[in-house]
């Protein structure tokens, strides 16, 4: 297992959006990006562009001075590198230039003004970055243009970019959603790239489509506030973007706490534009990424071989050397439950090792909260953990592994069933299972290296056996036996402790 190498100096990326002005702050240029500042002001650049060709003088007032702002924070954060994006309102007003010119002398760098096809093809390259192995159209939706692009793996193919901008689309149609939606099926209805998304994923990317998922996750009661990597089946987000709408001509929306006052009004050009994606796309799933243009252009200036790393892995390996008691003991963890999977022959697809492996990196995380609290803490920072390239499911799993480690596995330390119920029963007993052999390894080696290496399982018909070294046999003991017995027991064995 490769080591975190050493941190680099902290990145940042200003980004000069249609509706939002944003600087993020990340910890260094990796594969695993860890967010040290994030803030944004609701500009609209534009919402008259379409109309006037121009910037709103207010709104360019209020960018500039959002600039200064985020250039000082540069300087106090005293961060190491600035990139400066622009995109469709600049790009497209004729006092854009005028406007970008008086940015960069604030910003102190060069604002790369993204082209249509390269705003498409970084947004997809964030998805790349924020899912495994995504399969699907990428559709980015920002105030003054939609980007979609087909992604497949790593492959990323052509991509379109259109003026269906939440802040676009309202100035276009003069707020008429009647004209809103000619405008939306028109421009949609014959676009090669979503003709290639039936019974496929569409990533959602954007601030205006993370608030509808805000918005659905709070009215379904889903458990996890967590906004990366949500998923709707395609005909239940059809049936919310209508019930939106619906909403929207009753003038109902006004009181929707979620969702910051001035986004408020774009959520129903917003919903309109999904809805008539999936009419057209028919896709399977809608997942929303909040990874989309500033993680992509970081995750392309990347070496090909950090690109090739898993998203999850590096971040769980991020978090063992922050956090655990030795980040070796839990590499060696690794080698110990691969051992185990193969002598009990445990059935086992490459997604349920990669979780397997991440789960062994976090094992240790929650050695310096209250004993009485452990499983609790660390079911949440895992559950809701600032990390990508890992399903909903793929985090509870992880998360109820490690909760067990700690917690035990009688009936009465059982975690929320809500959160038991986002997983399907088999892979609740897996994580159980893991769970114990956490129990076993950490209290046969005290989360020390070099133990787990000098001891090996062995079966024998329905027979497991956990066979020390002879140097290690002092530390066998009843209480390794009993948990030892109960992770054979949770594999359908029976266990025993072999001094050789």
Not at 28 to 36: C, K, Q, Y
Not at 220 to 249: C, E, K, Q, T
Not at 274 to 285: F, G, H, S
Not at 385 to 408: D, E
Request: charged share 25%.
């Amino acid at each position: 297992m490769k080591r975190p190498r050493k941190r680099q100096s902290s990145v940042a990326v200003i980004d000069i959006g249609s509706n939002s002005v944003r600087l993020v702050v990340y910890e260094s240029m990796t594969r695993s990006l860890v967010t040290l500042f994030n803030e944004k002001t609701l500009c609209g650049l534009g919402r008259e562009v379409q109309t006037t060709g121009l910037l709103a003088p207010d709104a360019v007032a209020k960018a500039l001075t959002s600039l200064r702002r985020f250039r000082a924070l540069c300087r106090v954060m005293k961060v190491g590198r600035v990139y400066a994006i622009a995109t469709a309102a600049c790009r497209d007003a004729t006092n854009g230039p005028d406007f970008i010119a008086k940015a960069e002398r604030i910003c102190g760098v060069k604002i790369e003004i993204l082209s249509g096809p390269r705003e498409a093809k970084l947004s997809a390259l964030g998805v790349i970055s924020g899912i495994h192995k995504p399969d699907g159209i990428v559709g980015d939706l920002g105030g003054g243009s939609l980007e979609l692009i087909d992604v497949q793996g790593n492959r990323v193919r052509s991509g379109v970019t259109l003026p269906l901008g939440s802040l676009a689309l309202q100035d276009l149609s003069h707020k008429s959603l009647k004209r809103a939606e000619r405008i939306v099926r028109n421009d949609l209805s014959d676009v090669a790239q979503l003709k290639a998304g039936r019974g496929r994923t569409f990533y959602a990317v954007g601030g205006t489509w993370r608030a509808l998922a805000r918005i659905h996750i709070v009215q379904s009661g889903y458990p996890l506030r967590v906004m990366h990597g949500y998923s709707i089946p395609a005909p239940d987000a059809l049936d919310f973007a209508r019930r939106l709408r619906r909403l929207a001509a009753a003038n109902m929306l006004a009181d929707i706490e979620v969702v910051a006052d001035a986004r408020r009004p774009l959520l129903t050009y917003a919903a309109l534009v999904l809805e008539y994606i999936i009419r057209v796309a028919k896709p399977k799933t809608i997942v929303f990424s909040t990874f989309g243009v500033r993680e992509g252009l970081l995750y392309s200036m990347l070496p090909q071989a950090e690109r090739s790393e898993d998203g999850l892995i590096c971040a769980a390996q991020t978090l063992n050397e922050l956090l655990s008691r030795s980040a070796r003991h839990a590499e060696e963890l690794i080698d110990w439950t691969d051992r185990l999977v193969r002598v009990v022959k445990l059935r086992e697809t490459e997604e349920d090792r990669r979780l397997r492996h991440a789960a062994c990196l976090l094992s240790d995380v929650g050695w310096r909260v209250h004993p009485d609290h452990r499983g609790e803490e660390t079911l949440s920072l895992i559950t809701n953990g600032n990390f990508g390239a890992v399903t909903h499911q793929g985090r509870v799993f992880v998360a109820l592994s490690v909760f067990y480690r700690y917690a035990g596995l009688s009936e009465q330390n059982e975690p929320p069933a809500v959160i038991r119920e986002l997983l399907p029963p088999a892979m609740v007993e897996r994580a159980r299972v893991l769970g114990a052999a956490f129990r076993v390894a950490h209290l046969v080696s005290a989360a020390r290296p070099g133990v787990l290496p000098a001891n090996h399982f062995r079966g024998r018909g329905r027979k497991l056996m956990l066979v020390f070294e002879h140097r290690l046999v002092d530390l066998v003991a009843d209480r390794v036996g009993s948990r030892f017995k109960q992770l054979a027991k949770l594999v359908g064995r029976s266990g025993s402790i072999v001094r050789r």
